[in-house]
């Protein structure tokens, strides 16, 4: 059956032929219960579309369901990578939220952009950057700083935010690439300042809190 499809397939014109065709012939042959002649059909759609993320995804999961997650894995490291380039859209909504003074949207967006890049560094760093590039850009994953990506107005969004750590690692790696570049050590200096007030309102709480466990109401002479 699949070679029959396979054949009627291979007589339509180029125009006609494309990925979606591939996975719903596949589709029809797994209701029926030939998942092997489904798969013939997708590996004949990849040697036609070889960088299609769809063909790729559905080949995946058909391995998954048949046990075979090593050769899954192959299959979705395909769409990982095919995707990798769509995800900068998260990155320009970011710019385009914060634009806007939505700022917890952007940081949000911002996140997804980054966890995908640091997703991709730590899987695939070695099969796509060599293994110095996977050393170096593993180091950077786990300092929370992606060369190229944690930018000054991700760390804007997390000083708005109050997320002082994390802008700090930012501005940190900014300034250390960019010394001739003083914004980034004033803003160091002004989350120095900040967490400095934090850390006294902090300290200000703890002695209320001691006071009234000790039964001494705030404001009351001892």
């Given at each position: 059956?699949?070679?029959?499809?396979?054949?009627?397939?291979?007589?339509?014109?180029?125009?006609?032929r494309?990925?979606?065709?591939?996975?719903?012939?596949?589709?029809?042959?797994l209701?029926?219960?030939?998942?092997?002649?489904?798969?013939?059909?997708?590996?004949?759609?990849?040697?036609?579309?070889?960088?299609?993320?769809?063909?790729?995804?559905?080949?995946?999961?058909?391995?998954?369901?048949?046990?075979?997650?090593?050769e899954?894995?192959?299959?979705?490291?395909?769409?990982?990578?095919?995707?990798?380039?769509?995800?900068?859209a998260?990155?320009?909504?970011?710019?385009?939220?914060?634009?806007?003074?939505?700022?917890?949207?952007?940081?949000?967006?911002?996140?997804?952009?980054?966890?995908?890049?640091?997703?991709m560094?730590?899987?695939?760093?070695?099969?796509?950057?060599?293994?110095?590039?996977?050393?170096?850009?593993?180091?950077?994953?786990?300092?929370?700083?992606?060369?190229?990506?944690?930018?000054?107005?991700?760390?804007d969004?997390?000083?708005?935010?109050?997320?002082?750590?994390?802008a700090?690692?930012?501005?940190?790696?900014?300034?250390?690439?960019?010394?001739?570049?003083?914004?980034?050590?004033?803003?160091?200096?002004?989350?120095?300042?900040?967490?400095?007030?934090?850390?006294?309102?902090?300290?200000?709480?703890?002695d209320?809190?001691?006071?009234?466990?000790?039964?001494?109401?705030?404001?009351s002479?001892?």
């Open positions: 059956m699949s070679r029959e499809l396979l054949k009627w397939v291979e007589e339509l014109p180029r125009h006609a494309s990925p979606s065709l591939y996975i719903s012939i596949s589709r029809l042959l209701e029926r219960g030939l998942g092997i002649e489904a798969q013939e059909v997708l590996k004949a759609g990849f040697r036609e579309f070889p960088e299609s993320p769809d063909l790729a995804l559905t080949m995946g999961g058909l391995f998954l369901d048949a046990g075979r997650p090593a899954a894995m192959e299959q979705f490291r395909v769409v990982a990578k095919q995707i990798r380039h769509y995800m900068n998260f990155e320009r909504m970011a710019r385009i939220f914060k634009q806007r003074g939505e700022n917890e949207r952007a940081v949000l967006a911002y996140k997804v952009f980054l966890a995908h890049k640091a997703f560094t730590h899987a695939f760093g070695v099969e796509t950057g060599g293994k110095e590039a996977a050393i170096r850009d593993s180091a950077q994953v786990k300092s929370g700083v992606i060369e190229g990506t944690e930018t000054e107005t991700m760390a969004l997390y000083l708005q935010q109050g997320q002082l750590v994390q700090e690692s930012i501005y940190q790696h900014l300034s250390e690439k960019f010394p001739e570049n003083s914004q980034y050590a004033d803003k160091l200096d002004e989350i120095k300042a900040l967490k400095e007030k934090e850390l006294e309102k902090q300290k200000t709480s703890l209320v809190m001691v006071r009234i466990l000790d039964g001494i109401q705030p404001g002479s001892s």
